[in-house]
């Protein structure tokens, strides 16, 4: 079993920063790609930013330069740092890990438990 907990999540003010970790443990054999997802109320989930193994990333257009994505591969943690936050980016942040149980190609994904953030005055 995989078990991933996510922090940091919170009320900020816009144009203020937050920094979202999740760390992922159990039974993991190997991580391919770990990201975060957003969902706002009445909207669908949307990708946030990815990072790979390899340290490929890829970003959402809304929040591309805003927004930096890394990994601690030793911790098995993601982190989003977060900077000038919009009212726009309020939503549920929930953390996904891509991951191996056992050795061989069977990929699978686990998510988090979501954690709010809120951008309001």
């Known amino acids: 079993q995989v078990q991933l907990v996510e922090s940091g999540g919170g009320l900020v003010q816009p144009g203020g920063s937050l920094r979202l970790s999740c760390a992922a443990s159990g039974s993991i054999f190997s991580i391919y790609a770990m990201g975060w997802y957003r969902q706002a109320p009445g909207k669908q989930r949307e990708l946030v930013a990815a990072?790979?193994?390899?340290?490929?990333?890829n970003y959402a257009d809304s929040v591309k330069g805003r927004f930096t994505i890394s990994r601690d591969n030793a911790k098995n943690t993601v982190y989003l740092q977060m900077n000038s936050l919009k009212p726009e980016d309020t939503a549920v942040y929930y953390c996904?890990?891509?991951?191996?149980?056992?050795?061989?190609?069977?990929?699978?994904?686990?998510w988090g438990q979501g954690t709010q953030v809120t951008v309001s005055s």
């Open positions: 990072v790979t193994s390899g340290g490929s990333t």
């Open positions: 996904k890990v891509v991951l191996t149980t056992t050795p061989g190609p069977a990929l699978k994904e686990y």
